[in-house]
């Protein structure tokens, strides 16, 4: 059994944002070794692009991946335009911090639709869109499914399946999948989705825990070893298909992590992806 290299964490930006600041975080990561970070677009944008490119490069960060384009259907097509536009905008921005992928949260239903099928529909057709801008440029998407307790508000796109059926539809350059477990764990179909993925479709790797029973379908997310997903098993069988990138804690925890001093939660992170990773 393979051993989690500590040179391959990344912190995933959300995991502690409710205390620190965006360029608080990138210091955080430098001062305890943390060689990854996945920041999101919100604190990028107020901190500034440049300086957060400026800031990352002088401690010698490199980013997993950047969070977070998508969001696609909408209930206009004046809707849809304005979502296809600030897409452009994230790829724009994935390039100047030289994330490796912009990871795409895809969009659930249209305010007041109830048409499955269709928001499905506008997703295709927004990432379609959105490939014909980013391949030129050299910028990777990967699609991030998410649990189907998602579905309505987040993302219509719930399976490792679906996100393969739309690399299959779209072509697989500059195209893949961020494997989140948090998402993922459940499905009776991880291994074999995975195995069809391959190398070239795994763009991103994401960690932390499930928590049994959870409190809160988006805030209760677990650190590593403190839930029920076996992560080390699963980081095995994304790595036996060649995967060699970062393993990203990304963690929204209101009444837990969340509330600790940033410092701790980073060392714990640290101790709990070599333990459980």
């Known amino acids: 059994m393979t051993q989690p290299d500590s040179h391959k964490l990344s912190l995933n930006t959300a995991t502690v944002r409710q205390r620190w600041k965006l360029d608080q975080i990138i210091e955080g990561c430098a001062r305890h070794e943390i060689r990854?970070?996945?920041?999101?677009?919100?604190?990028?944008?107020?901190?500034?692009?440049?300086?957060?490119?400026?800031?990352i490069r002088h401690h010698d960060l490199i980013l997993s991946g950047y969070c977070r384009g998508g969001m696609f259907p909408g209930s206009t097509p004046e809707e849809r335009r304005e979502k296809a536009l600030d897409n452009r905008r994230a790829v724009d921005e994935a390039l100047e911090l030289g994330a490796p992928c912009l990871v795409l949260v895809v969009g659930g239903l249209p305010a007041g639709s109830k048409d499955l099928p269709g928001a499905r529909q506008q997703v295709r057709d927004g990432l379609s869109e959105?490939?014909?801008?980013?391949?030129?440029?050299?910028?990777?998407?990967?699609?991030?499914?998410?649990?189907?307790?998602?579905?309505?508000?987040?993302?219509?796109?719930?399976?490792?399946?679906?996100?393969?059926?739309?690399?299959?539809?779209?072509?697989?350059?500059?195209?893949?999948?961020?494997?989140?477990?948090?998402?993922?764990?459940?499905?009776?179909?991880?291994?074999?989705?995975?195995?069809?993925?391959?190398?070239?479709?795994?763009?991103?790797?994401?960690?932390?825990?499930?928590?049994?029973?959870?409190?809160?379908?988006?805030?209760?997310?677990?650190?590593?070893?403190?839930?029920?997903?076996?992560?080390?098993?699963?980081?095995?069988?994304?790595?036996?298909?060649?995967?060699?990138?970062?393993?990203?804690?990304e963690i929204f925890s209101q009444n837990n992590w969340w509330q600790r001093d940033p410092d701790e939660v980073l060392a714990i992170c640290k101790q709990r992806h070599l333990e459980f990773g």
């Open 36 to 55: 990854g970070i996945a920041p999101w677009r919100d604190q990028v944008q107020a901190l500034g692009l440049k300086a957060s490119a400026r800031l």
């Open 130 to 249: 959105l490939l014909d801008y980013a391949r030129p440029l050299g910028m990777p998407l990967a699609i991030e499914p998410l649990h189907p307790m998602y579905a309505a508000e987040r993302a219509c796109v719930n399976t490792l399946a679906q996100a393969n059926d739309l690399c299959d539809e779209l072509g697989d350059a500059g195209l893949g999948i961020a494997v989140d477990l948090y998402h993922t764990w459940w499905d009776p179909q991880f291994q074999q989705q995975i195995e069809r993925a391959g190398l070239r479709r795994l763009l991103a790797f994401h960690i932390c825990d499930w928590l049994a029973p959870t409190t809160d379908m988006l805030l209760d997310r677990g650190m590593m070893g403190d839930g029920v997903i076996d992560i080390r098993g699963f980081r095995q069988a994304v790595e036996a298909m060649g995967y060699t990138g970062l393993h990203e804690v």
